[in-house]
């Protein structure tokens, strides 16, 4: 399968750059992934395509300031680092720019010293692994130090650093947001949660497979990162039961369906564990897990463009862009947002 054929035109004047004042207030586009049939609605109207026979699965990761910058020891050249992944002992994987100044043994330093990176080992694309050398607590020094990474497609300034997270974010580690999640506001889970819609959380640390484009003609051929997920005795437990009972299992998000796919793939039923993993979804692949998703808008041959494909059809979700193209939605990661249900 050619990685041309899920491009789609895009013009940037679409891309939104901020986030818009009220998270609830973005426009739905309600996909029928049976039909093709599109419905055009608001986000604060979610309430209108759920009822108890769903179940709604959030991803509760907070992204952390995950981009620093510091100087080389001997030469004081400029070093960005973004930390991708927790390898335990103060080791962490990161992307580097320029990683060519960077050689084992090197040493960066951050903000006079609050923070130093030593590179331990260097791979391809840019990833090296550091050894972080400080005092205190990690994610505190990071927060005294670090930049919210927002992705390079987005080039104005945020001025509030909570509208890239979700009300619902908690389990700090993730180098990019959930973003189909920005949409939801406390008052929105509650009206679900009133209607007797459990709300499952799952955990998925975003790392590099969101920030790593497609560099090959046959999407086969592209290997996706590994990401590291967890599932609670009390969630897999509330999944088996809303599968027993024939309940609509809705992901909220790309992360939390690759992570429901990925442990659902491996036992045959949902099972607690802590693990990583790097599944890559695209047309042929069978759902085993997850029945609807909530997700945003994804760029041009990215492998998420590939998954909607795999769960709604290639033609209807090109059909689907083409029509929020048309109508003007915005798109990524503070767009609008895509409802993608099956024909009732």
């Known amino acids: 399968m050619k990685t041309q054929d899920f491009d789609y035109y895009l013009p940037e004047e679409l891309i939104a750059q901020t986030p818009i004042e009220n998270r609830s207030e973005s426009r739905l586009l309600v996909l029928d992934k049976d039909t093709g049939e599109i419905i055009e609605d608001h986000f604060y109207n979610i309430l209108n395509y759920l009822d108890k026979n769903s179940v709604l699965v959030i991803n509760n990761t907070k992204v952390v300031p995950a981009r620093i910058i510091g100087e080389k020891e001997d030469t004081k050249a400029k070093i960005e680092l973004l930390i991708l992944k927790d390898l335990g002992s103060n080791i962490y994987e990161c992307l580097a720019k320029p990683e060519r100044r960077l050689k084992i043994g090197t040493r960066v330093i951050f903000k006079d010293g609050l923070l130093v990176a030593k590179v331990i080992e260097k791979f391809d694309e840019g990833i090296v692994h550091v050894e972080f050398i400080y005092d205190g607590i990690f994610y505190e020094v990071l927060d005294k130090i670090g930049e919210v990474p927002l992705p390079p497609y987005i080039h104005e300034r945020l001025e509030n650093k909570d509208r890239y997270q979700t009300v619902y974010s908690k389990v700090k580690g993730s180098s990019a947001a959930p973003t189909a999640g920005l949409h939801f506001t406390e008052e929105i889970l509650n009206r679900i949660k009133n209607l007797g819609i459990d709300i499952i ?126 109508n003007k939605f915005r798109f990524f990661s503070f767009g609008d947002s895509m409802y993608i249900r099956k024909n009732k």
């Open 201 to 326: 959380e799952v955990t998925l640390t975003i790392g590099l497979g969101t920030f790593r484009p497609v560099q090959v003609d046959t999407i086969e051929e592209h290997k996706m990162h590994s990401e590291t997920y967890s599932i609670s005795e009390d969630a897999a437990r509330k999944l088996n039961d809303a599968k027993r009972s024939g309940k609509r299992i809705v992901a909220v998000g790309t992360t939390s369906l690759r992570t429901l796919e990925a442990n659902y793939s491996k036992y045959n039923e949902f099972k607690a564990e802590n693990s990583s993993t790097s599944i890559f979804i695209y047309p042929g692949y069978k759902f085993k897990a997850i029945d609807e998703l909530i997700t945003n808008f994804h760029l041009p041959k990215s492998t998420l463009i590939m998954l909607v494909s795999a769960l709604a059809g290639r033609e209807n979700i090109l059909n689907a862009y083409k029509y929020a193209v048309e």
